[in-house]
């Protein structure tokens, strides 16, 4: 850890993220703040905070990179079947920090979180910017799921997600790839590490040069959200 370059606690400044540690996998730097200018700076370079609480302030920008290209997204026969045979909702920003709450709720196995107050806060100040946003998948009008994230562009940045009833989440991220596909064209998720879960809905990895080059060329795009998106059926 002492060999980590230690950020300014008022104005950090990002190292290169190609110095980032292999082991562990893209830790990058550690200080820092959480304010919106130095959150927004860090996803414009494909850095993003990732710590709990009793730790340092801790950056990271791993490499492979994982991401979900909108036309390579994977929709089981079961998924096709769930989403015809319920009525679901899917709204937008209307719950955002009920959705952070959720995301933040210790997994089945996990004692502990990564979504601090510190940074359920932070992220907040970004969705009251229109800088984060939040996918909700509703079902007889109860919140059944979603997720939230980060709008870079042509690129989100995507934080977390959860589910309350079975398969909300991949519906989530199914509508998200929707919402990018129509309109942006080449945009696509970033999902920052694998797992089993993303796997299963097409993600795959990419050097971190490929994604931040990719970054690079969409991260100026005229931002965009949609005020309410149909529920689709892909």
């Known amino acids: 850890m002492s060999a980590l370059p ?3 606690n008022e104005y950090p400044v990002f190292p290169n993220p190609e110095m980032a540690l292999e ?20 996803y414009q370079q494909g850095i993003f905070p990732w710590y709990e609480d009793g730790q340092p302030l801790l950056w990271w920008s791993p490499n492979p990179r994982t991401v979900i290209f909108p036309e390579s997204i994977h929709v089981s026969r079961s998924l096709k079947k769930t989403l015809r045979n ?27 979180t990564w979504i601090t107050q510190e940074m359920k806060k ?31 562009g042509g690129v989100f940045c995507g934080e977390s997600m959860f589910s309350l009833e079975r398969d909300a989440s991949k519906i989530a991220l199914v509508q998200l790839s929707l919402i990018l596909k129509q309109y942006t064209q080449t945009g696509f ?16 990895e990419i050097p971190r040069s490929d994604f931040i080059a990719k970054l690079i060329r969409l991260r100026d795009m005229h931002p965009f959200w949609p005020q309410q998106w149909l529920c689709k059926i892909p």
């Open 6 to 8: 230690l950020l300014d």
């Open 86 to 112: 319920k009525p679901w909702e899917i709204r937008i920003n209307t719950v955002f920090e009920q959705v952070t709450t959720h995301c933040a709720s210790p997994r089945e196995g996990q004692p502990s």
């Open 122 to 152: 932070a992220y907040l100040g970004l969705h009251y910017s229109g800088h984060a946003h939040s996918l909700e998948v509703w079902l007889d009008n109860v919140l059944a799921g979603g997720l939230y994230g980060v709008l870079v």
């Open 23 to 42: 082991e562990p996998n893209g830790l990058l730097a550690v200080g820092g703040n959480l304010s919106q200018r130095t959150l927004l700076d860090a």
């Open 189 to 204: 998720i970033d999902c920052q590490v694998s797992n089993n879960h993303l796997c299963s809905m097409g993600a795959i």
